[in-house]
């Protein structure tokens, strides 16, 4: 069984300032993925971000970039340059290679202040 | 990556009632899912929809209760039967593309009363 763990409930940033959402996560198997969905007040969820256990290097798309820790089972968003659209809740979740079913976290509220 | 559309986009319904929330995909998946996500919670998996055969339910989820449909590559539809307060939440369709990612329909924003 996986399980994905968000700790921290809300957040808030100003704006053009980096902020980092932590994750951690638990899986037996050793194919797997992560992920981070952003879902906006329009509850439109929308794949971020993307990282397969087996490679080592960090994935990095834009504005966003993860820390992939895979000894300590920790995934955390790096968003740099924080605009008022990045305000949304954000869910880390993961993945086996197998069934592709998605077991998310709680999820945390980023506001971005102006 | 694939356009998922969901009908209804919201409803309000009364106890006892069923309905049916459908999702439309432009182009042919082999895997799609259904998600809830209840008020102010995360999302959990109410079953992968099979084309051709019975969906596969998750753990708390039954077909009695979420009859589930998937008549072909690129439709399903979710049935939410004898509704009750509790089942007030957002529903969600997904597919699985490349690799092992999924994208998710604009959901579907129930209200039981």
């Known amino acids: 069984a996986q399980t994905v763990t968000q700790s921290q409930p809300e957040m808030s940033v100003q704006e053009a300032e980096t902020v980092t959402l932590s994750c951690t996560y638990d899986?037996?198997?050793?194919?797997?993925?992560l992920f981070w969905y952003k879902q906006p007040p329009s509850r439109q969820m929308i794949l971020v971000i993307r990282?397969?256990?087996?490679?080592?290097q960090n994935a990095t798309e834009n504005r966003f970039s993860v820390n992939f820790q895979k000894a300590a089972k920790s995934f955390s968003l790096k968003i740099s340059d924080s605009q008022l659209g990045d305000t949304a809740m954000y869910f880390c979740?993961?993945?086996?290679?197998?069934?592709?079913?998605?077991?998310f976290g709680k999820g945390i509220t980023l506001s971005v202040r102006p | 990556s694939a356009v998922i559309s969901q009908k209804p986009s919201r409803d309000i319904c009364q106890r006892g009632t069923s309905l049916t929330i459908q999702c439309q995909v432009d182009?042919?998946?082999?895997?799609m899912f259904w998600y809830r996500q209840q008020p102010g919670q995360s999302l959990t998996l109410i079953a992968t929809a099979n084309q051709g055969s019975e969906a596969t339910y998750e753990s708390g989820f039954v077909i009695d209760k979420f009859p589930i449909s998937r008549p072909n590559l690129t439709f399903s539809t979710l049935t939410v039967s004898n509704m009750s307060p509790e089942d007030s939440s957002i529903y969600l369709c997904?597919?699985?593309?490349?690799?092992?990612?999924?994208?998710f329909g604009p959901g579907t924003r129930l209200t039981v009363l």
């Open positions: 990282q397969e256990a087996y490679k080592q």
């Open positions: 182009s042919q998946v082999t895997m």
């Open positions: 979740a993961s993945s086996t290679g197998a069934n592709s079913k998605l077991t």
């Open positions: 899986t037996s198997e050793s194919n797997y993925y």
């Open positions: 997904s597919v699985r593309q490349g690799y092992n990612e999924q994208f």
